[in-house]
């Protein structure tokens, strides 16, 4: 069993900068593929990034690069979404999301690919 919990969100302004944190607990070497998802009321949920866990190779929806990385830490057991030069249609709930099989990376960026979920962190951010 994988835990998720995710934290960092909050309120900021246009143009400002957050970074969230999703501690991974339980069987952290299940943990093949990750993501930032993230949903707006009213709207699906929706990949913001994802990253492959074993050779890092990272992938973000159009609207994030440039402005989000995604990143991990082993020794924290912590993956990480810095996200910069906000704008308000950022402001969503964001979602940590882990998929144990080893063929995650063929649909890494496909939301049915996770199978744990974090609880979620708001992220609002005004104009």
């Known amino acids: 069993q994988v835990q998720l919990v995710e934290s960092g969100g909050g309120s900021v302004q246009a143009g400002g900068s957050l970074r969230l944190s999703c501690v991974v607990s339980?069987?952290?070497?299940?943990?093949?593929?990750m993501g930032w998802f993230r949903q707006a009321p009213g709207k699906e949920r929706e990949v913001v990034a994802a990253i492959y866990t074993r050779d890092h190779s990272t992938y973000y929806r159009d609207s994030a690069k440039g402005r989000f990385t995604i990143s991990q830490d082993n020794a924290k057991n912590t993956l990480y979404l810095q996200m910069n030069s906000l704008n308000t249609e950022d402001t969503a709930m964001y979602y940590c999301a882990a998929a144990d099989n080893r063929w995650c990376p063929n649909n890494i960026i496909v939301r049915s690919t996770y199978n744990f979920w974090g609880q979620g962190t708001q992220v609002t951010v005004s104009s």
């Open positions: 339980g069987s952290t070497s299940s943990s093949i593929c």
